[in-house]
């Protein structure tokens, strides 16, 4: 079985080699995260160049993710050994830069006595350490350790539920955009939205340096965003439900019901969903996960996610491959669930109605394949987000979509060189689905496609196509005019044969008077009356079914 729903690996010094990435690959990942926040821009340029190394070695596409840090709040600098702050005690949290201390946590953030109420939750280093804003003084807030620990130099602070005067994108992103419109990168992930005038921001930065190309993930990670959630939807191409941070912002207990919503708001969007952190997080120490995160990761697939990310796992994890394997068996078993997911894209137009009747013509009458011709790969994600069990198989001439693509649950792609025909792309699709064994002969295909080849948005039309078997074999024998039998072969009407040593004879409009046009045929398997039977005169092959030449 395909697996259908994508793996999203992170890059890191567990996952940087040729060598690493080709074993990556190998194991399942399709799709590379560059996780901005860590290491120097040469070595994710090294890391670019040898996934793309990997692609052109393996023959298929391969997406790149580039993930913005975002504008994270930090602590200032500790001591060496780190500040132990004990449960129960009081500590002050200052705006400004200072040393921290287990009487004073200073923090980069001017507005903290402004927008941080008193009673709000206060977590540092991804919630190790928790805390809690007993009240406010001149210097700043006074706070309960209500989980203690010992927090070192610049570690992440959040406060849950206050809105934060922050700006979308921070120096580092600018410098690190930058960098990222000169690379050859599919994806950039946006950080910390609150709204959709985020996305743009980061979209108008894009366009205006030339990579209108580039897509654009939202992270879903601030409170803000769940009450934005129809905005950022329509302006983003995908989203993240990154759950470190989110889990910060709101009720823990609501986290699971949040992460359904999401996914849900974005099928039903026909955008692609990512959900992220910590999915084989005892990986990064042994060689199998925990019960709880396997079912995590099956959840994710029933929801609907189009993808499952893993990042600490892959990026500095002792079992970075393995993590990969594991995470590809999981959602394989999952799949084979029949109530594997509910959530799909509700049509809205006569374009998606016709999708929709094409998801199911495919799943009820056995299709091995959804072949789907794309432009701007709009109709490609339609039909993935009808959650078909059916693979869907996106032709495209464009060698960047043919890697977003790689983000939609179910999607397979074939680029070609150009714009093609509904003959030429019927052709194609078998060729290749024969030689990479995802069809056989006498396999159901499904088309969906466009009358107007080229033109996006065209998309009209539903084809059934049987790749013909061989049912038999025939000896032709050619005129001394060859060109003769080619005229006559394309008016041919019908083919009688009997069984050997009887000599079949073909019958034509009319018969050439300077040869014999006979040959034996032998039969490996009868057709039924009434069967359209197709020879090929270059191999002698006899066909059940329309063969492409």
């Not at 601030?222 to 989110?246: C, P, S, T």
């Not at 693979?391 to 983000?407: D, E, H, I, M, N």
């Not at 039998?485 to 040593?501: D, I, N, Q, S």
């Amino acid at each position: 079985m395909m697996r259908l729903v994508k793996i999203v690996a992170t890059t890191g010094p567990a996952l940087e080699s040729i060598d690493q990435i080709r074993q990556a690959v190998n194991a399942g990942a399709d799709v590379f995260r560059l996780n901005l926040s860590h290491g120097t821009l040469q070595s994710h340029a090294t890391r670019i160049a040898n996934i793309r190394s990997v692609e052109e070695e393996v023959g298929r596409p391969i997406a790149i993710l580039a993930d913005l840090q975002g504008p994270k709040i930090r602590i200032g600098q500790t001591p060496p050994e780190g500040v132990a702050l004990k449960e129960g005690s009081e500590v002050k949290i200052v705006p400004g830069e200072g040393l921290c201390s287990d009487d004073y946590i200073y923090v980069a953030y001017e507005y903290l006595l402004e927008d941080v109420p008193v009673g709000g939750l206060v977590y540092l280093d991804d919630g190790k350490v928790q805390l809690q804003v007993k009240e406010k003084s001149k210097e700043g807030l006074v706070a309960v350790v209500r989980a203690g620990g010992v927090v070192t130099s610049r570690k992440g602070i959040s406060f849950a539920g206050a809105k934060l005067r922050l700006p979308c994108l921070t120096e580092k992103d600018l410098e690190d955009i930058a960098f990222i419109v000169d690379q050859d990168v599919d994806f950039v992930a946006l950080s910390f939205v609150r709204d959709p005038d985020d996305v743009w921001e980061l979209r108008r930065r894009l366009d205006k340096a030339g990579r209108k190309d580039l897509a654009i993930i939202a992270k879903i990670e601030r409170h803000e965003a769940l009450e934005q959630l129809d905005g950022i939807l329509e302006v983003a191409d995908g989203l993240m439900v990154a759950r470190g941070d989110l889990a910060l912002d709101m009720p823990l207990e609501d986290l699971a019901l949040v992460q359904k919503e999401i996914v849900r708001a974005a099928v039903e969007r026909g955008r692609s969903v990512i959900v992220a952190t910590q999915m084989l997080d005892s990986m990064m120490e042994r060689p199998f996960p925990g019960r709880a995160e396997i079912t995590d990761v099956a959840n994710a697939v029933l929801d609907g996610a189009d993808a499952v990310m893993l990042s600490g796992e892959t990026a500095f994890g002792k079992y970075p491959i393995l993590a990969i394997e594991t995470m590809s068996r999981i959602i394989t078993a999952t799949q084979s669930y029949q109530q594997m997911c509910r959530t799909a894209l509700k049509p809205r137009n006569m374009r998606e109605a016709l999708i929709e009747s094409a998801v199911r013509l495919a799943e009820r009458g056995g299709a091995r394949l959804l072949v789907v011709a794309t432009e701007t790969g709009a109709s490609a994600r339609i039909t993935s987000a009808f959650r078909s069990t059916v693979p869907v198989l996106a032709v495209t001439a464009s060698r960047r979509l043919s890697r977003q693509l790689c983000l939609s649950r179910g999607v397979l792609t074939l680029l070609t060189d150009g714009i093609q025909s509904a003959e030429n792309m019927l052709r194609c699709s078998v060729e290749w689905s024969l030689d990479k064994g995802l069809a056989d002969r006498g396999d159901l295909l499904v088309y969906v496609f466009g009358d107007l080849a080229g033109i996006a948005g065209s998309t009209n039309s539903v084809k059934l196509y049987a790749i013909p078997s061989v049912v038999g074999r025939c000896e032709v024998w050619r005129p001394t005019k060859g060109t003769l039998m080619g005229r006559y072969v394309k008016r041919l009407c019908a083919l009688l044969t009997l069984h050997e040593p009887t000599i079949s004879t073909v019958l034509l409009d009319e018969q050439p008077s300077d040869v014999n046009p006979v040959g034996n045929v032998v039969w490996t398997r009868e057709p039924e009356d009434g069967a359209v039977i197709t020879i090929d005169l270059q191999s002698g092959l006899v066909y059940h079914g329309h063969y492409l030449s």
